[in-house]
């Protein structure tokens, strides 16, 4: 702030809010004082996002902060508030603390602002606004049991728009609880003098009930300066007198002449709700309201827009469920899981809101979608049913979830009719096209169900038009990034209606169809086309060369992917499932993730009647990706299986495949002789099946093992072979892990230089192919090399590479590896106690999920643990062990870069 003319503080592009800090605390607390008031923590707060919000620069920078004469510079509270928030300014006020507290005047131009004026500037400029009076209760409004939860931020957005704009539409799903809010609004918005009138659109069935309501409604309004208004007789369509305008001219139009004669001179929030049910009488009464009462405002709720020029909308979305990863006490905090404890606690729930309780809320919550009208109709069920097993009830049977309300509205008795009653106002191609998007697991894009639906014969055009009909009644989601979605409940909608129980494709209208696919339910239709149209990316994606960006576009629609091919293999097209699976496994091997390639291949196989030929197929690609997972035995019982199996059924290449997996097992756990054995017996079949790449592969397995038995001219012969056939062939992948295991050979032999120009190699190639795994392996590789030539700092930068990918896609076994390589590096820093709990750490990760050393390596981590033990007393030395084998791995992992770790708090 800049000090002008001895008395003014003048504001500028920097101290914007600071600013209107001044005039937050000017006008909550009348004066600004050296002393804590009760607000510091919310206005730090919102300090906070103010001054790192981009909205904090404005156009017209002109407030001016006017003090009396015995203002200086000098520490104040608001220099800690500044500070808190995470400003660098230095410059702050206080008075001195002898004289009474000076009032502060806020200028523009030499005029001084009235506090209206001034909460305009701060509401425009900095979203800051008046602060809500208490809930009043207002006459004709309805009257809740329990208590209003959450919305803080919506209400001050609703506000600024109800002040900026005379009509205000709250649109959103079924279930958000557009209701609630707009009478919680009601009951706190003040400025409305003669008060709020509620009207529910959905008693409203044609012109006489839409008078009724309104005379119910406006007669519940507390008396103001407008005349009595006329009263209708039941079932009458006209007042009981006609009244006259001002011109002396009798009005014809009896809702605009009542309008008029209840509404003149006063000012008045209308609450419009269900605007949905009766839209053309919502419309009429808003347009009559808008011409007849200049000074009254309408807030209204519906799924959909009421189509009235200038109608300000805000979209009510539900509420936010936390993530797995937030801790649990936070998690608690937040608003579904705070409406889901305070009402099962009004429905007798006898648990306690502890930290234990968190997944099972947040999961529930999930199950449906946030929304509250589903939260609070699964925390009525708790009483019921336990925690841990209402996210599966809501799922799987959602109709069984009442609302103990008997008074409730039968829209509301339950999650699925509050659906239904949005469902019912689709025409009949918009329901078919509703029930077509529930093939989509999780969320779309536009072009893909462009590209479907031409399959099954809908136009562009046609499409666009009956997405649109779907987004206008909220039964779509459309976020930032152009997908689509639906929410938990309105998907299973849409999926009964996709496959309802008597299995009769629902009627197509008026497209053309040929007699085949008459004959084909709309289901079978719709999944054929899916599966063809996403077949078709993951074999294009599949065909492209290895590279960084491979997998760009098959990455948003994997969820769509990998149901097409379930489906396909569950409904016997065993052939489109497993070239799906074929396409797949790349994806999951270049990306990390093995664990769900393996849950897939698990599920395919317990599949009944899978044909031997398709069990061959699924089986090494599982057991690959249980294998790059850590889980050796599965991986090992895996390739045994498709041994055997290629036995009985004398398939040589799904022979091939299981000797080659099952020597890779064996050399991972030290059966040396096996392994090279295994590799012998696959190099000799791929050799006389002409599968070129496969030897080379088999090769590189078996120079590996030759390196380990000590055998390194043999080893870097067989590397070099590699090497060179790779790069001939163009196998990218295979050309950099022969030129690791090259630098591997060179660093056996302490020749280091080339030792490490070849895994600096290597490493470039791994990168252009946008492999984390190969990436993480030759940071490791270099580490190790780095470690050994007494180069600590680069060691660490190499591990740091190596354990964060590894992280992300959980190769546990290169996590413990990293451990061990961190737990060395403690040791040459001199930190035996830290390198004992990473060895600890390290050991129980590998005992935990069946990750075994090699013996070269298990003879390095040995000797490092004696050197840590040797060098600690012995008391410590076990602490230490046990403190490292009691963390989880993602503990030990932010244990050893160093970083503070999440751990959760246990239950009592």
Same mark, same amino acid.
């Given at each position: 702030?800049?000090?002008?003319?001895?008395?003014?503080? &003048?504001?500028?592009?920097?101290?914007?809010?600071?600013?209107?800090?001044?005039?937050? @605390?000017?006008?909550?607390?009348?004066?600004?004082?050296?002393?804590?008031?009760?607000?510091?923590?919310?206005?730090?707060?919102?300090?906070?996002?103010?001054?790192?919000?981009?909205?904090?620069?404005?156009?017209?920078?002109?407030?001016?902060?006017?003090?009396?004469?015995?203002?200086?510079?000098?520490?104040?509270?608001?220099?800690?508030?500044?500070?808190?928030?995470?400003?660098?300014?230095? #410059?702050?006020?206080?008075?001195?603390?002898?004289?009474?507290? !000076?009032?502060?005047?806020? @200028?523009?131009?030499?005029?001084?602002?009235?506090?209206?004026?001034?909460?305009?500037? %701060?509401?425009?400029?900095?979203?800051?606004?008046?602060?809500?009076?208490?809930?009043?209760?207002?006459?004709?409004?309805?009257?809740?049991?329990?208590?209003?939860?959450?919305?803080?931020?919506?209400?001050?957005?609703?506000?600024?728009?109800?002040?900026?704009?005379?009509?205000?539409?709250?649109?959103?799903?079924?279930?958000?609880?557009?209701?609630?809010?707009?009478?919680?609004?009601?009951?706190? @918005?003040?400025?409305?003098?003669?008060?709020?009138?509620?009207?529910?659109?959905?008693?409203?069935?044609?012109?006489? #009930?839409?008078?009724?309501?309104?005379?119910?409604?406006?007669?519940?309004?507390?008396?103001?300066?407008?005349?009595?208004?006329?009263?209708?007789?039941?079932?009458?369509?006209? !007042?009981?007198?006609?009244?006259?305008?001002?011109?002396?001219?009798?009005?014809?139009?009896?809702?605009?002449?009542?309008?008029?004669?209840?509404?003149?001179?006063?000012?008045?929030?209308?609450?419009?709700?269900?605007?949905?049910?009766? !839209?053309?009488?919502?419309?009429?009464?808003?347009?009559?309201?808008?011409?007849?009462?200049?000074?009254?405002?309408?807030?209204?709720?519906?799924?959909?827009?009421?189509?009235?020029?200038?109608?300000?909308?805000?979209?009510?979305?539900?509420?936010?469920?936390?993530?797995?990863?937030?801790?649990? /006490?936070?998690?608690?905090?937040?608003?579904?899981?705070?409406?889901?404890?305070?009402?099962?606690?009004?429905?007798?729930?006898?648990?306690?809101?502890?930290?234990?309780?968190?997944?099972?809320?947040?999961?529930?919550?999930?199950?449906?979608?946030?929304?509250?009208?589903?939260?609070?109709?699964?925390?009525? $069920?708790?009483?019921?049913?336990?925690?841990? *097993?209402?996210?599966?009830?809501?799922?799987?049977?959602?109709?069984l979830i009442t609302s103990a309300d008997a008074a409730a509205p039968q829209r509301h008795r339950t999650l699925r009719s509050a659906m239904e009653w949005t469902y019912d106002l689709l025409t009949e191609p918009a329901r078919l096209f509703f029930a077509f998007l529930s093939i989509f697991p999780s969320d779309w894009t536009l072009p893909n169900v462009i590209a479907i639906g031409d399959r099954l014969g809908w136009g562009a055009d046609e499409v666009l038009e009956l997405h649109g009909q779907l987004a206008e009644l909220s039964l779509l989601?459309? *976020?930032?990034?152009?997908?689509?979605?639906?929410?938990?409940?309105?998907?299973?909608?849409?999926?009964?209606?996709?496959?309802p129980e008597d299995s009769t494709a629902p009627d197509t209208g008026s497209r053309e169809t040929s007699n085949a696919e008459e004959e084909e339910p709309f289901a079978t239709r719709v999944e054929r086309a899916f599966e063809a149209h996403f077949l078709e990316l993951v074999e294009t994606v599949a065909a492209e060369p290895d590279g960084r960006d491979r997998f760009a576009s098959l990455a948003p629609e994997i969820s769509s992917c990998q149901s097409a091919a379930s489906t396909a293999l569950h409904k016997g097209r065993t052939d489109p499932? %497993?070239?799906?699976?074929?396409?797949?496994?790349?994806?999951?091997?270049?990306?990390? &993730?093995?664990?769900?390639?393996?849950?897939?291949?698990?599920?395919?196989?317990?599949?009944?009647?899978?044909?031997?030929?398709?069990?061959?197929?699924?089986?090494?690609?599982?057991?690959?990706?249980?294998?790059?997972?850590?889980?050796?035995?599965?991986?090992? /019982?895996?390739?045994?299986?498709?041994?055997?199996? $290629?036995?009985?059924?004398?398939?040589?290449?799904?022979?091939?495949?299981?000797?080659?997996?099952?020597?890779?097992?064996?050399?991972?756990?030290?059966?040396?002789?096996? $392994?090279?054995?295994?590799?012998?017996?696959?190099?000799?079949?791929? &050799?006389? #099946?002409?599968?070129?790449?496969?030897?080379l592969i088999s090769t590189n397995n078996a120079a590996a093992v030759a390196a380990s038995q000590m055998r390194f001219d043999r080893a870097t012969e067989l590397f070099q072979e590699v090497v060179i056939s790779a790069k001939h062939l163009g196998d990218e992948r295979t050309h950099a892990s022969g030129l690791m295991n090259l630098g591997l050979m060179h660093w056996r032999a302490e020749e280091v230089e080339p030792a490490v120009r070849y895994l600096e190699r290597s490493l470039e190639i791994w990168t252009s192919l946008g492999d984390a795994?190969?990436?993480?392996?030759?940071?490791?590789? @270099? $580490?190790?090399?780095?470690?050994?030539?007494?180069?600590?700092?680069?060691?660490?930068?190499?591990?740091?590479?190596?354990?964060? !990918?590894?992280?992300?896609?959980?190769?546990?076994?290169?996590?413990?590896?990293?451990?061990?390589?961190?737990?060395?590096?403690?040791?040459?820093?001199?930190?035996?106690?830290?390198?004992?709990?990473?060895?600890?750490?390290?050991?129980?990760?590998?005992?935990?999920?069946?990750?075994?050393?090699?013996?070269?390596?298990?003879?390095?981590?040995?000797?490092?643990?004696?050197?840590?033990?040797?060098?600690?007393?012995?008391?410590?030395?076990?602490?230490?062990?046990?403190?490292?084998?009691?963390?989880?791995?993602?503990?030990?992992?932010?244990?050893?870069?160093?970083?503070?770790?999440?751990?959760?708090?246990?239950?009592?």
């Amino acid at each position: 702030m800049q000090k002008v003319r001895g008395r003014h503080w &003048k504001s500028n592009a920097r101290t914007d809010v600071l600013a209107a800090t001044l005039a937050l @605390l000017s006008l909550r607390e009348g004066h600004l004082s050296s002393v804590h008031g009760e607000g510091e923590a919310e206005l730090c707060a919102r300090l906070h996002d103010l001054w790192h919000s981009p909205r904090k620069r404005i156009e017209s920078h002109w407030l001016d902060a006017v003090f009396d004469q015995d203002t200086r510079r000098l520490a104040s509270p608001l220099a800690a508030l500044l500070a808190r928030s995470g400003s660098r300014t230095s #410059t702050s006020i206080r008075f001195r603390d002898h004289l009474p507290p !000076p009032r502060l005047t806020f @200028l523009r131009r030499e005029r001084v602002l009235a506090p209206d004026e001034l909460w305009d500037f %701060l509401g425009d400029c900095f979203g800051i606004l008046r602060p809500l009076s208490s809930p009043v209760l207002r006459p004709g409004l309805r009257q809740y049991a329990s208590r209003f939860v959450g919305r803080a931020e919506e209400i001050n957005a609703i506000r600024v728009l109800l002040a900026r704009n005379r009509l205000v539409m709250l649109v959103g799903p079924p279930g958000a609880g557009k209701t609630r809010l707009a009478v919680e609004l009601g009951h706190r @918005l003040d400025g409305f003098p003669d008060g709020v009138c509620l009207m529910d659109f959905s008693t409203i069935h044609d012109r006489a #009930t839409l008078l009724d309501v309104w005379h119910t409604a406006i007669s519940g309004v507390r008396a103001g300066s407008a005349p009595e208004a006329p009263k209708t007789p039941a079932g009458s369509s006209r !007042p009981a007198d006609p009244v006259a305008t001002e011109s002396g001219e009798e009005n014809t139009d009896i809702l605009t002449s009542t309008v008029d004669a209840d509404t003149r001179d006063r000012c008045l929030l209308f609450l419009l709700d269900n605007c949905e049910t009766a !839209p053309s009488e919502a419309n009429e009464i808003a347009r009559a309201i808008l011409e007849r009462s200049h000074d009254s405002r309408i807030l209204a709720t519906s799924v959909r827009a009421l189509g009235i020029h200038g109608e300000a909308l805000h979209e009510i979305h539900p509420f936010t469920v936390p993530s797995a990863e937030t801790s649990p /006490s936070e998690a608690l905090r937040s608003d579904a899981a705070v409406l889901f404890l305070d009402r099962a606690a009004i429905a007798g729930h006898r648990g306690t809101a502890e930290n234990a309780d968190a997944p099972a809320v947040l999961e529930i919550c999930r199950a449906v979608s946030g929304l509250p009208l589903g939260i609070e109709l699964a925390a009525s $069920a708790s009483r019921r049913y336990p925690l841990t *097993d209402l996210a599966t009830i809501l799922l799987n049977h959602l109709e069984l979830i009442t609302s103990a309300d008997a008074a409730a509205p039968q829209r509301h008795r339950t999650l699925r009719s509050a659906m239904e009653w949005t469902y019912d106002l689709l025409t009949e191609p918009a329901r078919l096209f509703f029930a077509f998007l529930s093939i989509f697991p999780s969320d779309w894009t536009l072009p893909n169900v462009i590209a479907i639906g031409d399959r099954l014969g809908w136009g562009a055009d046609e499409v666009l038009e009956l997405h649109g009909q779907l987004a206008e009644l909220s039964l779509l989601r459309l *976020d930032r990034t152009g997908r689509c979605s639906m929410l938990n409940p309105v998907r299973n909608l849409a999926s009964a209606r996709l496959y309802p129980e008597d299995s009769t494709a629902p009627d197509t209208g008026s497209r053309e169809t040929s007699n085949a696919e008459e004959e084909e339910p709309f289901a079978t239709r719709v999944e054929r086309a899916f599966e063809a149209h996403f077949l078709e990316l993951v074999e294009t994606v599949a065909a492209e060369p290895d590279g960084r960006d491979r997998f760009a576009s098959l990455a948003p629609e994997i969820s769509s992917c990998q149901s097409a091919a379930s489906t396909a293999l569950h409904k016997g097209r065993t052939d489109p499932g %497993l070239r799906f699976l074929k396409g797949l496994y790349p994806y999951w091997l270049a990306t990390g &993730k093995w664990r769900i390639g393996v849950e897939f291949c698990r599920q395919a196989l317990q599949i009944p009647s899978l044909p031997d030929a398709a069990i061959m197929e699924i089986l090494p690609i599982g057991a690959g990706l249980a294998f790059r997972l850590g889980d050796i035995a599965l991986a090992r /019982s895996l390739h045994q299986q498709c041994h055997d199996l $290629a036995l009985a059924n004398d398939a040589e290449v799904a022979l091939a495949h299981a000797l080659h997996g099952l020597g890779t097992v064996a050399y991972r756990t030290d059966r040396l002789e096996e $392994a090279g054995q295994y590799f012998e017996q696959a190099i000799e079949i791929w &050799k006389r #099946t002409g599968f070129e790449r496969q030897v080379l592969i088999s090769t590189n397995n078996a120079a590996a093992v030759a390196a380990s038995q000590m055998r390194f001219d043999r080893a870097t012969e067989l590397f070099q072979e590699v090497v060179i056939s790779a790069k001939h062939l163009g196998d990218e992948r295979t050309h950099a892990s022969g030129l690791m295991n090259l630098g591997l050979m060179h660093w056996r032999a302490e020749e280091v230089e080339p030792a490490v120009r070849y895994l600096e190699r290597s490493l470039e190639i791994w990168t252009s192919l946008g492999d984390a795994w190969g990436c993480a392996t030759a940071h490791n590789n @270099l $580490a190790v090399m780095q470690l050994r030539n007494g180069e600590l700092r680069k060691a660490r930068t190499h591990l740091v590479e190596s354990i964060e !990918p590894r992280t992300e896609i959980e190769d546990l076994a290169g996590v413990a590896s990293c451990l061990e390589c961190f737990a060395s590096l403690a040791l040459r820093e001199g930190q035996p106690e830290r390198g004992l709990r990473l060895i600890g750490a390290a050991t129980a990760l590998r005992r935990t999920h069946e990750v075994e050393l090699t013996a070269e390596n298990r003879r390095g981590v040995e000797a490092d643990e004696e050197r840590a033990v040797r060098d600690l007393p012995a008391k410590t030395a076990r602490a230490a062990r046990t403190i490292g084998s009691s963390m989880s791995w993602r503990e030990a992992v932010a244990y050893a870069l160093g970083r503070p770790s999440q751990r959760r708090s246990k239950p009592s």
